[in-house]
């Protein structure tokens, strides 16, 4: 060996047990994905793992494949895949749903609330910077749903000047808000 050489594991020699899960994957590979892929309503990824375990139950069963004949081993390989993905799929319905666009969707539901909340809070703050006649109308008017008419016959004043007010006192909101109604002006 010389100075600057690193030292490699030598490869493992296969083992009887690994040539015949090898050739049993080459035999009845196919088969058992084709039944686990309908199993797994065509997750190919969930069929394959499942495929792969029970591959593994059978490299953990020896006596399984130590019958000699391979044929008879694809009923025992099918009924031990149909078994994990009746387990897999009993497991997954007993767990809580994964997170996935209906989780978003109610994210993005509570945080428009909370930006509603806040442009409410930023609103009554505004407001309370107008001059009481001002406040009067756009109360009665935008946040209690008044007609003219109706705003006009509450305050004792003419339909005329309530239309006047609601302008007069929206504009000063504007300034007051300005990211709010950027687009109104």
């Known amino acids: 060996m010389t100075a600057g050489s690193t030292l490699s594991p030598a490869p493992r ?3 009887t047990a ?3 899960l090898a050739a049993l994957q080459r035999e009845h590979g196919r ?3 084709a039944m686990l892929l309908r199993l797994c309503d065509g997750d190919r990824q969930r069929a394959e793992d ?3 375990e029970t ?3 059978a ?3 020896p006596e399984a494949l130590s019958a000699g004949d391979f044929a008879s081993v694809r009923p025992w390989l099918l009924t031990v895949g149909r078994r994990l993905a009746i387990d897999a799929r009993r497991a997954r319905q007993a767990r809580p749903a994964e997170v996935g ?3 978003l969707e109610t994210a993005r539901v509570c945080a428009d609330h909370a930006e509603r909340a806040a442009a409410a809070l930023d609103v009554r703050e505004a ?3 107008l001059t009481p006649e001002h406040r009067d109308v756009l109360v009665l008017v935008y946040f209690q749903g008044a007609s003219v008419a109706e705003a006009a016959t509450a305050l004792g004043i003419p339909p005329g000047t309530v239309k006047s007010r609601a302008y007069y006192g929206l504009r000063a909101l504007r300034r007051v808000l300005p990211g709010y109604a950027a687009d109104l002006r």
């Open 59 to 61: 490299w953990q069963h």
């Open 55 to 57: 591959l593994v139950r």
């Open 18 to 20: 690994e040539h015949e």
């Open 127 to 129: 407001v309370k910077t």
């Open 13 to 15: 020699p296969a083992t």
């Open 31 to 33: 088969p058992l994905f």
């Open 50 to 52: 499942l495929a792969q």
């Open 101 to 103: 666009d209906a989780g």
